[in-house]
């Protein structure tokens, strides 16, 4: 090959630039497309009107069922069976329903939630107590 | 004069008579030497003014750097019964041993406890936490990267801690048997103190979606508060003292912070503050705040009640 050293060094330098850009512009892609599938964000769960029916062993004179610490549905003397429709979001991880009764009596009493999901699958859930019943209840 | 010298001598010889005879003078109060902030209120409470606790491991101090000092040493071989929080915590469980040649019962409480797992790499064991040659956990406790290991932090489960009343309940009783009531009483308030604890906690918890439970941490060490309060735990290795997560670590612990939407990070100390402001600043996250998770804090954090109602309400409020 003819020519000045600097010559041959500044062709040399520019063939390599030439060959790394499009290897810089594939990897840098392939970066980005991995970021972006890792970085998929988990989608916000969407309200939904979920049917729950609470079944009293002894007569209640008060119930409330909260969400997120909200009262979402409350009724005084419901009687030993009731259907309410609950507007809550239902994530795939479940939800949390805290129940407060208060109870007729000192004797052991039971509430029975019988609540369906978004996707039709029914849980049943009881919580007990006497006098009053404080407690949480987990969906599923 | 001399007929009340002699009263007096009389009254005094009889009060010394009637002492030495008492059921206190019979019953001596149980020494316990104690090497667990949490299980230093746990003996107190259930041992009640039968027992005398010496808590050797200070309030607010990290149990994985702690050894032993030649007076805990001296203290130890003068005690009834030790009390670990063990599942590998105390590293120094051989000297212990040793000090007390065999004669003094030490007891490992979690060891009675069920097993919660996590991995080795994420718990960065202190300079305390050194397995040496008459450590019997010595293999179970290393946790190298990426083998799993047992989670010490047993008394972040509530439940867990019901059942570590239980054990030093019955150990005493054992120790003590004409104190059986007594520790059964003492530890039967207690534990409706904390079933009262716990239901307080499932409530305030019930205000965070179930969605929102990612719980990201300095180390790894809330397995106990996850499975019951049904959160996961991703946990920045390298925010103690000793371990440095890596790049790849950090870069894959952003993407699942972004992809899961925290909406805040927790430390126990700032050991490590150069990547909590990376979380922060590259995520959107918070600092949610401190939480006390080697044992109990200060302030309002100095008994397990205030412990755990401050990690509680920390958690909720900076996630919900």
């Known amino acids: 090959m003819k020519g000045s050293p600097l010559v041959r060094s500044l062709v040399l330098l520019g063939v390599l630039l030439f060959l790394s850009w499009p290897l810089s512009v594939l990897t840098r892609r392939g970066d980005e497309q991995a970021a972006g599938a890792a970085a998929e964000v988990a989608p916000e769960p969407v309200l939904a009107s979920l049917p729950l029916v609470l079944t009293f062993s002894q007569t209640a004179l008060q119930v409330e069922v909260s969400h997120l610490g909200k009262v979402v549905w409350k009724q005084e003397r419901p009687g030993r069976r009731v259907e309410a429709a609950l507007e809550i979001p239902f994530p795939q991880e479940g939800v949390e329903l805290a129940v407060a009764v208060q109870w007729e009596g000192e004797v052991e009493a039971a509430l029975r939630l019988q609540l369906t999901g978004p996707d039709g699958t029914e849980y049943d859930r009881s919580v007990w107590g006497v006098k009053t019943t404080e407690a949480v209840v987990s969906f599923p | ?320």
């Open chain 2, 1 to 320: 004069m001399k007929r009340t010298i002699f009263t007096w001598l009389s009254a005094l010889v009889a009060s010394c008579f009637v002492v030495s005879w008492s059921p206190l003078q019979a019953a001596e109060a149980l020494k316990v030497s104690v090497f667990s902030t949490i299980l230093t209120e746990i003996a107190g409470r259930v041992g009640g003014d039968a027992v005398k606790v010496t808590g050797h491991v200070p309030i607010g101090a990290d149990p994985h750097d702690f050894e032993p000092r030649p007076s805990d040493l001296k203290k130890v071989s003068a005690a009834d019964v030790v009390l670990l929080s063990a599942k590998h915590m105390e590293g120094y469980v051989g000297k212990l041993k040793e000090a007390t040649g065999g004669k003094v019962q030490v007891l490992e409480v979690g060891d009675q406890l069920p097993t919660l797992w996590m991995k080795g790499a994420g718990h960065a064991h202190g300079p305390g936490h050194k397995h040496d040659k008459h450590d019997k956990h010595e293999e179970g406790g290393k946790g190298e990267k990426g083998e799993k290991v047992e989670d010490p932090h047993w008394w972040h489960s509530v439940e867990s801690t019901q059942k570590a009343v239980r054990v030093v309940r019955d150990a005493f009783q054992k120790m003590r048997p004409e104190q059986k009531d007594l520790f059964a009483k003492n530890a039967e308030a207690y534990s409706a103190e904390l079933s009262a604890l716990l239901k307080w906690a499932k409530l305030k918890m019930a205000e965070l979606p179930r969605d929102k439970r990612k719980l990201v941490t300095s180390h790894d060490a809330l397995q106990y508060f996850a499975k019951e309060h049904g959160f996961t735990v991703y946990p920045v290795s390298g925010l103690t003292a000793s371990e440095q997560p890596s790049s790849k670590q950090v870069a894959e612990l952003l993407t699942t912070i972004r992809a899961q939407r925290v909406k805040a990070v927790f430390s126990e100390d700032t050991a490590n503050p150069k990547v909590l402001t990376q979380i922060t600043s590259e995520t959107g996250a918070v600092l949610g705040g401190q939480l006390w998770v080697d044992g109990l804090g200060s302030g309002s954090a100095s008994t397990y009640d205030g412990m755990v109602r401050h990690n509680v309400t920390t958690i909720v409020d900076a996630l919900k």
